[in-house]
């Protein structure tokens, strides 16, 4: 099993910038995929961005150029660099993990954008 836990969200005014953390423990291997979703309630699920084990970067249209995402093997983390923040940004962040035919989540956490 596979355990995630983030940190980082909370309030924060339009314009502003946040950062999240997910920290994998548990069953990992050498080569998985981590990456950030997030979640209006009512509205499905969407892709924030992902990381590859190699540190291939994939980003969604809309956060593109604001968030960064960046992971650290040796610490089995990844981060979620958010700047520019925009009211539409509002949402639970999940990070997750990809290994193999399995994927984890984390618990979420709330950002909020102010306008």
């Known amino acids: 099993q596979v355990q995630l836990v983030e940190s980082g969200g909370g309030l924060v005014q339009s314009g502003g910038s946040l950062r999240l953390s997910c920290a994998a423990s548990?069953?990992?291997?050498?080569?998985?995929?981590l990456g950030w979703y997030r979640q209006v309630p009512g509205k499905t699920r969407e892709l924030v961005g992902a990381i590859s084990t190699g540190g291939v970067v994939r980003y969604a249209d809309s956060v593109k150029g604001r968030f960064t995402i960046s992971r650290d093997n040796a610490k089995n983390t990844v981060y979620l660099q958010m700047t520019s923040l925009r009211p539409d940004d509002t949402a639970v962040y999940y990070c997750y993990l990809a290994q193999g035919t399995n994927d984890y989540w984390g618990q979420g956490t709330q950002v909020t954008v102010s306008s």
């Open positions: 548990g069953s990992i291997f050498s080569n998985y995929r």
